[in-house]
């Protein structure tokens, strides 16, 4: 799979931090981006795998299990550039997660983030796509920050009606999350989501605003370029991994998404060597093995249903052929080398 990036603005918070704590964290961590944080390009680009496992290692250095949320809301807007200025342009609430959710793509790649406003309540949700990256703890809880960031400059610091879940799960969240976070926590869930009443989205917004006004034909360019370069196969496997679980999925549903007929996602596929089938294939197994490691309490005959398998020992047959074991001695390994829980 094609590497996923995401901007280097992220990553300078991280770098800056650890140097101010006199972490430990040094250029040899950093190679080739630069000595210092300050050093860091605001809007260069970074291997979204080597920036989680950053944000990992500078939170075990300094010691802080919550480094992740207070970088995010710490985080200066401005560093999301012309997304940021998007966001920081609108009037409301509502349109400024909307701008988020819509332009997110052009900061990072195989990132799922949604926006979706019910009767009652809204929720702003984030995840990684690939599930090979884990544990990603900071990487959630930073980017929630800056979410949190966003909506509380329009509600205020006082945001006990806001409910955060986290797919994460660890002794150290469920003791001090609602206290640092300053809303209920839900833990180990299918995303990280903030969710809030609805009628908080038309308050006024208080970020401060860029110097230029936001250009959103250029905006929608940038998103559309950023798709292009990706080839038709890892879009395809993205998709799968955002889309598996809904209702209705289906290579139909994927070649409409990725705005394309069904015989044209085939073709392009074929010139790349590779099947629908064969991909979703894939894409299963390694969903497959990202929920043997990260939800012990879900059995394998669950697992097997969500994937979209009606017989256990179909499932069973494939998860040999890809991993080379069966169900119950992978899990047996995985837990061994990670622990009962990531």
């Not at 950053?54 to 299990?65: F, N, S």
């Not at 970088?71 to 988020?100: K, N, P």
């Not at 819509?102 to 790649?109: E, G, H, T, V």
Request: charged share 25%; net charge positive.
């Amino acid at each position: 799979m094609r590497e996923a990036t995401v901007r280097t603005s992220a990553l300078r918070a991280w770098v800056c931090e650890a140097e101010q704590r006199g972490a430990g964290f040094g250029p040899a961590d950093l190679a080739p981006f630069g000595n210092r944080g300050v050093d860091l390009p605001t809007d260069g680009e970074i291997s979204l795998r080597r920036f989680v496992e950053i944000t990992e290692a500078v939170t075990r250095a300094c010691g802080d299990a919550f480094l992740g949320w207070s970088l995010g809301l710490g985080f200066d807007i401005a560093g999301l550039g012309e997304t940021g200025e998007a966001v920081a342009s609108s009037q409301r609430l509502r349109g400024a997660l909307q701008r988020l959710a819509d332009y997110f793509s052009i900061l990072q790649d195989a990132g799922d983030v949604r926006f979706e406003v019910a009767a009652e309540s809204v929720i702003l949700s984030y995840r990684i796509l690939d599930p090979d990256i884990w544990p990603r703890t900071q990487d959630a809880l930073f980017t929630l920050g800056i979410f949190a960031k966003i909506i509380r400059s329009a509600v205020g610091a006082d945001w006990s009606s806001a409910e955060i879940t986290l797919e994460a799960d660890t002794p150290e969240l469920r003791r001090d999350a609602a206290r640092v976070m300053g809303a209920r926590c839900l833990f180990n869930g299918e995303t990280n989501q903030i969710r809030l009443p609805a009628s908080l989205l038309d308050r006024p917004l208080n970020l401060a605003a860029g110097q230029r006004a936001p250009n959103h034909a250029r905006l929608s360019r940038l998103v559309a370029s950023r798709r292009r370069r990706i080839s038709t196969s890892v879009r395809v496997k993205w998709q799968i991994f955002q889309d598996l679980n809904e209702v209705g999925f289906s290579q139909e549903s994927v070649s409409r998404t990725l705005g394309m007929s069904s015989r044209t996602l085939r073709r392009k596929l074929a010139e790349e060597g590779r099947s629908f089938q064969s991909l979703l294939d894939e894409c299963r197994m390694r969903l497959a093995a990202f929920e043997f490691l990260v939800r012990p309490d879900v059995s394998i005959a669950q697992t097997a249903l969500r994937l979209g398998y009606s017989e256990h020992s179909t499932f069973t047959r494939a998860f040999l052929r890809w991993s080379g074991m069966p169900p119950q001695s992978y899990i047996r390994c995985s837990r061994a080398a990670f622990g009962p829980s990531a």
